[in-house]
């Protein structure tokens, strides 16, 4: 018989029944299990009992099948989805065909009619195994009912392997072939049918079994071990998918079958450090929090965080109106009378100047700030605007109304920068180490400068997994091209922490772990995207490539924290602190005037120019690769976190 017959005979009727309304699916099993218990009653007395002569052994199976069934009902035998029952479904029958038959039993001695103890077990044999064994088959035809399923491994034999596995099996949209452990005292055996394997024989049965999905059902693995399974299994070409985080499960905001992709964030973080909640909610808890940038990356976590630390108030400080009512949405669902929303420019000091002292407030973060690289290198009046200007006026104004606490979220771009964006931003930083030396100033005023954050607006994932969704390529500035990376939440902590510990213009640096290869990024990606990557130079279908377009303007190869001296250490062990050197106040206005006026004129020729001629460092990206790799792989040494430091 040709295959796709096959499969859809065998799958016709219990799709067929799966799609039955309920009350008819208990119609089918009475009538089912009518069947079955006439069945069993008259197969019992033929074998054992003689025949069927006496009215009165009628009668008795007429009460056999209408007890059995009435039997059934009161224990709900009739409650249970078939496609979903196990062990506990047979022994209800166990028990139901126990009952019954010694019923049976007392009736037949009540009339008088006697036959031999055999006839009682064969009796019930032979119903368990009917109701009993129909049941598991029809369970059986359901699981392999629909062969246009995606044909899957689940990787964890455990608990949340089970319970996923029940899940799938609830619908038709996955067909669950094995089970893939690392446990060697389960290999070989079974689990509801299923063959347990190792981890050595992925590619075998990947190959063999047309497999097309491998799901991790280890919702609380590591981030190590979850990169040693990746290492496994990125080179097989079949997607990875996920099982949600055990917290997310455990609260009901995600069941177990909602498999997601893998996040290229798990494989790059480092394992969580518990946060000190003193740290955390020293400059938050019954004061009142401004964040600036509230609808950007770094900001709207800053709220999510700030506002679970009992503020008095939160104020949410945006230009996008998109970006404001986003964070203000999502926090006011339970924190309505915590938050204000204020729509508008840091540029704008008469504004802020009226919040502040209106509302009271007592500390800011100023995460504001235009950050894309390209972008501000080709609009450049307006980074130098918001990013300094708008940062010295709020500096001013939360001088004047006397906020206790200040911390700009910088940049690694800030350090011997090669583009608007970092020039900006080293200024912003330059301006804050200024303020702090004030003697009117009670303020405490800090910054905190950190690399790249996955998953924020421009980060390159989102955009990578947008091209691998067209066939690629994706597109990498150079081979070697490589860059920090934190996870937003990790970010967010440890910069609310480190505001807790300034004092007067320290630098706080945070522990960016280790360096990646942004083309490395991009290899993982395809691998647990389950697509293959194109090693050659040709395009190839169903492969994708990885294309280098070049260094774009103002653009290193590397980046680095530390401008110059010695780190130390702090209450926290990923974050770092220095006091690094500045400029002269008077010599840095009469800077500021300059840039000023370069500003209203519009003249990038000479902004860029001042800019170089300033003492921030400023050199646009005129200098060679090699020059640009050397340099700065030595300042990353020096600013590592090991710790000698």
Known sequence: MDNHLKNYIT????????????????????????????????????????????????????????????VGKLLGVYSTIIRFSGAHLLQLIVVTQFIITGITFAAFAILNITFQYVFYLVLFFISVAFLGGGRLIARQLSYNSYKSAIRILIYGAGSAGIQLLSSLRQGWNYEVVAFIDDDNRLHGKKIHGLRVIGSSDLKGIVNNADIEMIALAMPAVSRKQLRKIVNKIDHLGVRLKTVPQISDIMDGKSPIDNLKEVDVEELLGREPVAPNETLLAANISKKVVLVTGAGGSIGSELCRQIITRSPAKL??????????????????????????????????????????????????????AYKHVPLVEFNPFAGIFNNVFGTQKLLQAAAETGVSSFMLISTDKAVRPTNIMGASKRLAEIL????????????????????????SSGSVIPKFREQIKRGGPITVTHPEITRYFMVIPEAAQLVLQASSMAEKGEVFLLDMGEPVKIADLAKNLIRLSGHVLNQGVEPQHGRISIEYTGLRPGEKLYEELLISGNTKKTQHERIRKINEDYPAEDKFNSFLSQLNMV?????????????????????????????????????????????KN
């Open 11 to 70: 799958s016709a009727w219990p799709r067929l029944v799966n799609y039955l309304p309920r009350p008819a699916k208990k119609l089918f099993l009475l009538v089912f299990d009518t069947v079955g218990l006439i069945f069993s009653f008259v197969s019992a007395v033929l074998l054992i009992g003689g025949g069927l002569s006496n009215p009165n052994v009628l009668n008795v199976g007429i009460l056999f099948v209408f007890i059995g069934l009435f």
């Open 315 to 368: 104020i949410l400080v945006d230009h996008s109106e998109l970006g404001l009512y986003a964070i203000q949405e999502e926090l006011e669902v339970k924190w309505h009378s915590l938050i204000k929303p204020i729509l508008g420019s840091v540029c704008d000091q008469q504004l802020m100047r009226i919040v502040m002292k209106d509302e009271s407030v007592d500390t800011v973060y100023h995460a504001a």
């Open 432 to 455: 804050c180490q200024l303020a702090s030396t004030k003697e009117n100033i009670s303020m405490r005023i800090a910054m905190v400068r950190f690399g790249n954050v996955l998953g």
């Open 599 to 643: 500003c209203q004129k519009q003249d990038e020729v000479a902004l860029r120019d001042l800019l170089s001629k300033g003492e921030i460092g400023y050199k646009a990206e005129k200098q060679s690769i090699s020059e640009n790799n050397d340099s700065n792989k030595n300042v990353i040494s020096d600013s590592s976190f090991e710790a």
